[in-house]
T-cell receptor
């Protein structure tokens, strides 16, 4: 399985500011995803991070609010823009390969917006 | 769209077996997964099953799949206090390189 790290592991932010979360994998992966887990809730996919092109967003999520970069096959960033308290969540990146069965998750970034 | 449901809570005594259930609606689900989330941690992949199987065993874990009823279960034998966590089932139409749709999560509490 891949070793996935995320930075920061947690943060407390003021409303109206933006936070960029980094996801680093120890090996090249085909697919990288960003999920959100709101307090006490399940995980919801925000977007698929595509290497060298714009991310593919799920319904209800837009690029202006959650810009994503993926400059190579081992790294991606998610920015949470113009934050409000409703953005307080755990943000998790995950990785997989298009020809494999498994998807692995990073440790998550715990965000609290005041 | 896809819908994956789980019961919210399960409490068992240490040493007993735990059975966590999951139902899904998407008939095109090809892979079904069980993840474990301990407090303050990310998601750990426990096991998964391909839709052409009806059972998979991995040490203390047994996964049963009833594809006709779209019902998945995870049995943990000899449950220990370290098994206390939230367990999520998830489904994918085409494996790990695709979007996972998660269930609501089941909080397992193991009592002494």
């Amino acid at each position: 399985s891949a070793v996935i790290s995320q930075k920061p592991s947690r943060d407390i932010c003021q409303r109206g500011t933006s936070l960029t979360i980094q996801c680093q994998v120890d090996s090249q992966v085909t697919m990288m995803f960003w999920y959100r887990q709101q307090p006490g809730q399940s995980l919801t996919l925000i977007a698929t991070a595509n290497q060298g092109s714009e991310a593919t967003y799920e319904s209800g999520f837009v690029i202006d609010k959650f810009p994503i970069s993926r400059p190579n096959l081992t790294f991606s960033t998610l920015t949470v823009s113009n934050m409000s308290p409703e953005d307080s969540s755990i943000y998790l990146c995950s990785v997989g390969h298009s020809n494999q069965e498994t998807q692995y998750f990073g440790p998550g970034t715990r965000l609290l917006v005041l | 769209g896809e819908d994956v449901e789980q019961s919210l809570f399960l409490s068992v005594r240490e040493g007993d077996s735990s059975v966590i259930n999951c139902t899904y609606t998407d008939s095109s689900s090809t892979y079904l997964y069980w993840y474990k989330q301990e407090p303050g941690a990310g998601l750990q992949l426990l096991t998964y099953i391909f839709s052409n199987m009806d059972m998979k065993q991995d040490q203390r874990l047994t996964v049963l799949l009833n594809k006709k009823d779209k019902h998945l279960s995870l049995r943990i034998a000899d449950t220990q206090t370290g098994d206390s966590a939230i367990y999520f089932c998830a489904e994918s139409p085409a494996g790990g390189g695709n979007k996972l749709t998660f269930g609501t999560g089941t909080q397992l509490k193991v009592e002494l």
